[in-house]
Every structure is written in structure tokens, then in C-alpha cells.
């Protein structure tokens, strides 16, 4: 099966968002994902699809795990993996932005992976860019891998993601997990909730194809998959909520809230978790029913699939002639 | 002195409400005569053939940000000036929003001063409402507006404190002063930058409620009532804010507004994939503010386009959307994009040039906007139907921040005139 996956072409330069793939792009990520799973879980986990390419980790907001996830992903591909941080304080003078863009693309990357807490931004470098660029997460617009990692998740414990209804609770407003989960899921043919009080829901998000709650009880009902989101009071300009303690009341999961939910739902969080404020503590760690560890593995798979399609037809001459 | 006669032009006039093909003869700094046929009384003056073209006054563009004093990279009174002159203003009014800002009756003069030496377009300017910009406590008013200051606005902010609002309006009230707002309650709009909605959410950006425009209005229009001053609202671009402003007219209160292109040439679609010469203040907004936006125009609710005219250098627009400056440049673009209203249908070429020339020159209480005997020779030709594309890279501003870049339109400037001078001239 793989083979055959692997003769598909994949026609975007860039991995930006996933807004614009096909369900036979994300398809095609997946099955090439899963294919790495079952690598990363031998003994002898290193390939040599990547040798000689090199990859920028360009990190323009802090972040670990994520950053980990693409390191690990591109050395088991025997790829040469460098980590660039750019303090948060340092970057918010675009100039900046376009200067290190020029700066990296005179290094002749292969690959750049970049976060950047403002939107469009990640975009914004591609244009100027040229290598393959991976979007790891811009402001509140999109994190596509979050979202295939995700996928990959739902589609091995369910065997699909057609079909299925999932919910997806907390800070939509500041999520970009949100919205590349949202796009991702209806491109797939998914039933997609949203659950928020309406401080955290952004005006018109129905409009991105989802039904809206403003009660778990109401939200969680008979759904397949509960997504919970991080409360990012990192970008929360005021008071969105007024505690911690009043959000979990009425919006954090525990198994009384998720009662109502299908008998085999599943949770998921994309990390790191605020416990006991979006997320109780019992839930996320219920290994019969909680994700979260395995959206952890299935995101290194996915980034070495994600790779390996937005380096394949490189070829050894200069990228994008 | 010096006489030209310019010949069978159609004549529009909106002071008057001519709209007839005629003569205007030209003495020195003035208008002498309109007429249907003046080459009698004018054997000796030069000719100037205008068959088939407009003869109009010249634009008054009652809202330009000119960037000098203090950012003369991105825009000068000399570059502004060509920049006006090819796109046939006449006048300009500038924002105080330079550095030093104008709250200071120096700044006035060394403005006046620029002009005179670089004889473009006029330049005339507002002062600040308030001490550096600040909102909090009123400039020497009555000062500056005897030494040329034609209103009183903080510019491209809100003066937001209600307290300080209601005494600026007093005190201009005193001296029967034009007070200019920008309308935006910003406790509300907070740190939006785009209007809210779909747009804004697919984009992860964060959003400013329209309503933030009309609660700011309304608040105003309170205070207009207590204190009877004359309230100008800057681009107003909301359904709700400018029925806010139609039910005020109604009701008599001494309030106008104008609106700039963008608002109804383009809606919030037009940011596209980040694009940072859309982001504007206030944001462009939905089709159907848009839409409201003309028919305020129509109806006259809306008195004024102006440009809005906004400079900026590519350091600061070739960033992120969130980190980019507000604002494009427009004196070259008011008058082909304003045309549109009448191509399409909205408004007749007289009521057009009306919302171009007269009516803020009305607003302003310049002697401007007018083809009348005895009111300066400030003038526009210009070929109503001529097609062309927009090209930023042909602009004279100093900064090319403009969305309209390859935009066909319809009319084009011929030839604009200041006090009997020809500041610019095109044939084709």
C-alpha cells in the first residue's frame, strides 16, 4: 500500500495550512504516517530519505515540544536538523522577518520549519523563500501538522474519520489547533462541534462549517471524539474568563461531562495541558480512554511523512529551480 | 493681466448646479467669467480647447496624512504636492498626526511656509484636538485657528475620554470651530485589526465590532446636542454608523462626514491572503457596509470622499499582517476610483464632483470648489471616460502603498490648475 502512496505526486510547494488540501492529500499524509509509526517503534528507527538535506527549526515563539517532534521526525530521516530560536522580544520588527528569511535562504535549507505567533506570517516567509516551508503554528490561524497528527490519531483508534462527530472545547478564539482541526475534519467528512463560552468563540465561526454550543452537556452529547484546547492565557489580552475555577466548573472535562458523550469516546488534547482548568486530571490520564500520549508519537510520524513529500522530487539540484 | 479662456468644456459646477457645455475665462489668480460662449469679451486671451473634456474646480481633499514634518522618507509636502497635482487636488487639508504633531501655532506657520515655496497644490492643515495627541488636555484652539487651522481633530485616534470630548467640542463651540473625529470606540475595538467576522476568523486575526464605530458616533452626537458644535465624523465606513449620521441630519444637528475610497471600492475580502495594503483604520468591512457606504453617498448622507491618504515606506507594510502599519496612499487614485460611482451608476458626474469640491470646501469654509466669478482659479479638466490601469509604480507620492495596483478605471486628469497656474498637464 505504501508504495503505491508514495508514487502520488502532492502538489504544494509548501505545508502552510490545512486549508486548500484535498482529502487525497491528507489521505496520503496519513497512510505514509502510518507506515512510519510501526518505523519509530523498532529498535533500528533511522532512515536515509533525508542524507544531505538540511532542515531549519526556525522558532520565533517558545515552544518544546513541537520543536522536538520535528527534530526527532527529521534525524530518523538522517537529515541534518539545526534549531534556530529567535527570542519572542527580538522579532516583533518585521524587517526582521524578511531579513532572516534572506539570512536562511543564503544557507540553502532543504526544509524550514516555522512557528511565529502572528498570523500569516509563516506565509509571509514563504513567498520569500526558496525551499519547502512548514508551518508549525502561526498566531491564531493554522498548525497544520496539529491537525494531521490528529487525524492520524482518530483514524488508527477508528479506523476512519468520515462519519464521526467531534467536539471541540475551550479557547477557540486564540486556537489555531482550532482551525486547522476544523478544516481538516470537514474536508474529511466529519461532524465538527465547537464548545466555548462565547468570549472564546471568534464572530461567525459557524461559518467555517461547525455547530455551536455554549454547554458541554449539550456539546459532548453522543459525540465520538472530544478535543479539549489549551486555555492560552499567553495570548489572552484581559479577561476572557473570570477564573480558572469557574472554567473548569462549567467547561473543564471530567467524567461527569463526559457522560453524555458515546460510550467509547475518545479525548484529546494537543499539549501541554493546564490540569484542572480545561482538562481534570483522572481523564487525561485514563489509558482506555485519553489520546494524549498517542498524539505525542503520531506527531513524529507525521512530520517524517510531511517531509518526506515536501522533499521528494527535490532531486540534487538547486530546490525550485 | 493674463487671460485664458477655456473653451467648450462641459462646465460643471456644483455650487450652482450648472452642468453645461460653455466657456471659463480665466483672469490671473481668478475666475472671471463662466458662460455659454465668452470668445467675444475674450479675443486677446489664450485659448484652451477643452471639447469633450470636464472643466470642474479642483479636488479639496479634506483628509491627507502628508508625513512632514518628521517622516519626510515617506512622503513630503513637495512629493505630496505632484502627487495631488496629477491626481487633480487642488487643495489639501493635513492630518496633525506629524512630528512634531501640529498642536503648536509654529507648526502651522512652518507648514504654510513649505507650501508657499513648493506651490503645488494648497496645503492647509488641521491641529491637533488635543496636547501632543494625547486626549487629555485641549490645544490653544482659538490660536491656532486664527493662524490657518481649519479643524480640530487628534487625527488618525479617537479622542476617546468622553470628558475630554465634551470640552473640546464646547470650546470649539466657542469660536464656532470644526471638530473632526475619528470614529472608533477603542476600549472596544481594543487590539482588533481587521473587521470581525468570517474573515477575521479564518484568518486567526483579531476582529474590531463594527458597532465600535457606531457607539463612538452616537456617544458624539450626545455631546454635539449639549454643545452645539460643529462634528465632522471622518470615513465613516458602517451601515449603522451613517444611519446614525442620516437620523442626526434629520434631526438638524451640525454634524457631515465624509468617507475615502477603499470603503466603497472594496470589502474585507480583499485581504486575500494577508494582504497588508488592505489593512487599513477603520478596517474595510463587509459587502453590506460597503453597499451602505454608497447609498450614503447617494443620498447624500455622506457629504465627502476624501483620500485618506496614508504613506508608508515597504519597512513598514512588507511584514506581518499584524505588525504592518494602517493606512495607503490615495490623492492619485480619489478621483478614477470615485468615478466608479458614477460609471456605475450611483451618482450623476455633477453630484460626484460635488462630494469632491464643494461641499468640503463648504464644510471648511474655503472660498474653493466653485466655478464662480471672482472665486480662485483652482481648476480640473479631465476626460470622464478615458480607460486606463492603475500603476503604483507610476505614482509621484513618495510610497507606493496602494491595493489597486492593475485596477482598470474609467477618467482620467487632463490638466489641474491652482490660482490661474497649471500644476500639471497630460494629453493622453
Known amino acids: 500500500m505504501q508504495e503505491v ?23 496520503h499524509v496519513l497512510d505514509l504516517a502510518d ?43 538522517g537529515g541534518d536538523v539545526i534549531n534556530m530560536s529567535v527570542a519572542a522580544s527580538s522579532m516583533h520588527k518585521g524587517e526582521t522577518l524578511i531579513d532572516t528569511a534572506m539570512t536562511l535562504n543564503a544557507m540553502h535549507p532543504d526544509v524550514l520549519i ?26 491564531s490561524h493554522e498548525h497544520p501538522t496539529q491537525a494531521l497528527l490528529d487525524a492520524l490519531t482518530i483514524r488508527r483508534r477508528k479506523g476512519r474519520l468520515g462519519g464521526l462527530t467531534v467536539a471541540i472545547c475551550g479557547d477557540v478564539l486564540h486556537s489555531r489547533v482550532a482551525r486547522s482541526n476544523i478544516a481538516l475534519l470537514n474536508t474529511m467528512g466529519a461532524r465538527v462541534r465547537v464548545v466555548a463560552p462565547l468570549t472564546l468563540l471568534p464572530a461567525e465561526i459557524e461559518r467555517l462549517g461547525v455547530e455551536v454550543f455554549h454547554d458541554m452537556a449539550a456539546g459532548l452529547a453522543d459525540v465520538d471524539i472530544v478535543m479539549m484546547l489549551r486555555l492560552q492565557s499567553e495570548r489572552m489580552h ?30 484529546m488534547h494537543p499539549g501541554p495541558m493546564n490540569r484542572g482548568v480545561e482538562i481534570g486530571s483522572e481523564v487525561a490520564d485514563d489509558i482506555d480512554r485519553s489520546l494524549i500520549r498517542q498524539q505525542v508519537e503520531m506527531g513524529v510520524a507525521v512530520r517524517m511523512a510531511c517531509l518526506e513529500i515536501l522533499t521528494r522530487d527535490l532531486g540534487n539540484g538547486p530546490p525550485f529551480p | 493681466m493674463n487671460l485664458v479662456l477655456f473653451r467648450q468644456a462641459r462646465l460643471l459646477d456644483p455650487q450652482s448646479g450648472r452642468d453645461a457645455v460653455g466657456d471659463l475665462l480665466v483672469e490671473g489668480e481668478r475666475i472671471a467669467a463662466v458662460g455659454g460662449d465668452l470668445f467675444t469679451i475674450a479675443r486677446e486671451a489664450e485659448i484652451v480647447s477643452a471639447e469633450g473634456l470636464c472643466l470642474t474646480p479642483g479636488l479639496v481633499d479634506m483628509r ?24 487633480g487636488v487642488t487643495t489639501m487639508v493635513a492630518l496633525p498626526n506629524t512630528d512634531p504633531p501640529v498642536d503648536d501655532v509654529s507648526v502651522v506657520e512652518f507648514l504654510a511656509r513649505r507650501a508657499r515655496e513648493v506651490k503645488l497644490a494648497k496645503v492647509h492643515t488641521y491641529a491637533a484636538a488635543t496636547k501632543g495627541l494625547l486626549g487629555r488636555d485641549l490645544t490653544e484652539m482659538g490660536l491656532l485657528a486664527a493662524n490657518g487651522a481649519l479643524g480640530f481633530t487628534d487625527g ?9 470630548m465634551r470640552r473640546v467640542l464646547a470650546y470649539a463651540r466657542t469660536f464656532d470651530l470644526l471638530v473632526i473625529q475619528h470614529p472608533e470606540e477603542q476600549s472596544l475595538a481594543g487590539a482588533g485589526e481587521v473587521s470581525e467576522g468570517e474573515t477575521a476568523t479564518r484568518l486567526g486575526l483579531p476582529g474590531i465590532t463594527p458597532a465600535a464605530e457606531v457607539i463612538m ?28 449620521i442620516r437620523r442626526a441630519k434629520a434631526q438638524g444637528l451640525p454634524v457631515t462626514c465624509d468617507t475615502a475610497p477603499p470603503y466603497f471600492a472594496l470589502n474585507e475580502t480583499a485581504i486575500g491572503d494577508y494582504r497588508t495594503f488592505t489593512k487599513l483604520s477603520p478596517p474595510l468591512r463587509s459587502e453590506s457596509d460597503r ?18 491618504h496614508a504613506p508608508w515606506g515597504q519597512d513598514s507594510k512588507r511584514l506581518p499582517f499584524s505588525s504592518a502599519a494602517y493606512g495607503i496612499v490615495g490623492v492619485e487614485t480619489l478621483l478614477p476610483l470615485s468615478f466608479e460611482l458614477y460609471h456605475n451608476g450611483h451618482l450623476s458626474l455633477l453630484e460626484l464632483i460635488q462630494r469632491l469640491t464643494w461641499n468640503p470646501a463648504r464644510i471648511l469654509g474655503l472660498p474653493v470648489g466653485r466655478l464662480a466669478p471672482g472665486a480662485p482659479a483652482d481648476l480640473l479638466l479631465f476626460d470622464p471616460d478615458v480607460s486606463w490601469r492603475i500603476s503604483t509604480d507610476d505614482f509621484r507620492s513618495k510610497s507606493k502603498n496602494a491595493p489597486f495596483d492593475g485596477r482598470p478605471v474609467q477618467g482620467r486628469v487632463r490638466r489641474s490648475i491652482v490660482d490661474g497656474r497649471t500644476i500639471f498637464q497630460s494629453e493622453g
Do not use: W
Open chain 1, 114 to 139: 516555522v512557528r511565529h505567533p502572528e498570523s500569516g506570517a509563516v506565509q509571509l516567509l514563504s513567498e520569500k523563500l526558496d525551499c519547502a516551508v512548514i508551518n508549525a503554528g502561526d498566531g
Open chain 1, 35 to 77: 507506515g512510519y509509526v510501526e518505523l519509530n517503534r523498532q529498535a533500528e528507527k533511522k532512515r536515509s530519505l533525508l542524507r544531505g538535506r538540511t532542515i531549519i527549526n526556525c522558532f520565533f515563539e517558545n515552544s518544546t515540544r513541537t520543536r522536538t517532534s520535528f527534530e526527532v521526525a527529521g534525524k530518523r530521516l
Open chain 2, 217 to 244: 458616533i452616537e456617544r458624539d452626537l450626545r455631546l454635539v446636542e449639549i454643545t452645539g458644535a460643529r462634528y465632522h465624523v471622518a470615513h465613516v465606513s458602517t451601515a449603522a454608523g451613517i444611519e446614525a
Open chain 1, 5 to 27: 502512496a508514495r508514487n502520488r505526486p502532492f502538489p504544494h510547494r509548501h505545508l502552510l495550512g490545512i486549508e486548500g488540501l484535498s482529502p487525497e492529500d491528507i489521505n
Open chain 2, 156 to 164: 488618525v485616534q479617537a479622542v476617546s475620554d468622553a470628558l475630554v
Open chain 1, 238 to 267: 484581559g479577561a476572557f474568563i473570570p477564573s480558572t475555577r469557574e472554567y473548569f466548573h462549567f467547561f473543564g472535562l471530567d467524567y461527569d461531562k463526559l457522560r453524555v458523550a458515546k460510550p467509547d469516546a475518545l479525548i
Open chain 2, 291 to 308: 453597499r451602505a457606504v454608497v447609498e450614503g453617498l447617494r443620498d447624500g448622507t455622506i457629504d465627502v470622499i476624501a483620500s485618506d
Open chain 2, 64 to 87: 491627507v496624512q502628508l508625513r512632514e514634518p518628521g517622516a519626510e522618507h515617506m512622503e513630503s509636502i513637495e512629493t505630496v504636492g505632484q502627487a495631488a497635482a496629477a491626481g
